[in-house]
């Protein structure tokens, strides 16, 4: 099992930076796990933000946040990061972290486990 926390959320308003990060606890071991970030904002679906293989070596990106959006973690302190520059009106949404052995699930909006989200506004 594996428990994820989010946090950092908050109101910015366009231009702005946030930087949200997901803690990870459980009895197992977080270096094993592919992590990813979601959003959904009101009436519409949860889509895929950015994700990072358990080794950090790989990374991939939603076109709309390439180039704005940095995904990174830290294997020992169980800690995935999502750090959100030149943000957008359009970028106002939940945020949830995801964990899963396999880095295609996490991508695929399949993985294992969940956290609560954070809330993410951008006022223009």
């Known amino acids: 099992q594996v428990q994820l926390v989010e946090s950092g959320g908050g109101l910015v308003q366009a231009g702005g930076s946030l930087r949200l990060s997901c803690a990870a606890s459980?009895?197992?071991?977080?270096?094993?796990?592919?992590m990813g970030w979601f959003r959904q904002a009101p009436g519409k679906e949860r889509e895929f933000v950015a994700a990072?293989?358990?080794?950090?070596?790989?990374?991939y990106y939603a076109d709309s946040v390439k180039g704005r959006f940095t995904i990174s973690r830290d294997n020992a302190k169980n800690t995935v990061s999502l750090q959100m520059n030149s943000l957008k009106p359009e970028d106002t949404a939940v945020y949830y972290c995801?964990?899963?052995?396999?880095?295609?699930?996490?991508?695929?909006?399949?993985?294992?486990?969940w956290g609560q989200g954070t809330q993410v506004t951008v006022s223009s």
């Open positions: 990072i293989t358990w080794s950090g070596g790989n990374t």
């Open positions: 459980g009895r197992t071991t977080f270096s094993t796990y592919a």
């Open positions: 995801a964990a899963d052995r396999s880095s295609l699930r996490v991508r695929e909006a399949s993985s294992d486990y």
